[in-house]
């Protein structure tokens, strides 16, 4: 136990641990303690930082998922990490939170209808909104075919 810090419990013993719904920075944060700070890059194996770049060694979530699974995480150069998350998107799996089972296609509850999005060439387009999940899923699965 840390000194000066009487009564702190650290991780699951911490009675506001929040496991794998902790938010974007927090969960960053346990990466960098747990793995440390990255000095090289898995993809392109270099170690030499550009003058003048600051963290250009970063850590890359290999499933999406961001869970807090230390092999789910490896060290990239930014220039690789950009281009891992583009070829990502592409093949993007079922995140843990889907409503429908299926990507691209959610529930949306305001209007009370299934929508369908898709990222093209880097942006997020708007397919539509549909009345049953299954012309989501339909309308989702033409844009892949094109």
């Known amino acids: 136990m840390p000194k000066g810090r009487k009564g702190f419990q650290k991780g699951i013993d911490n009675p506001e641990w929040m496991g794998n719904e902790v938010g974007y920075r927090s969960l960053h944060a346990w990466v960098s303690r747990t793995l440390g700070k990255p000095n090289r890059c898995q993809e392109c194996r270099t170690t030499e930082v550009p003058s003048g770049m600051r963290g250009y060694f970063q850590w890359a979530n290999i ?10 995480w490896k060290r990239l150069c930014k220039k690789c990490h950009v281009r891992f998350d583009r070829k990502g998107h592409l093949n993007r799996k079922v995140g843990r939170n889907n409503t429908s089972g299926h990507t691209g296609v959610d529930w949306h509850r305001s209007n009370g209808k299934w929508q369908s999005r898709a990222y093209i060439n880097g942006k ?18 033409n844009i892949n075919r094109q």
């Open 63 to 72: 499933s999406g998922h961001y869970l807090r699974i230390v092999e789910d």
């Open 124 to 141: 997020r387009i708007r397919l539509g909104y549909f009345r049953t999940k299954e012309e989501a899923v339909r309308a989702r699965n």
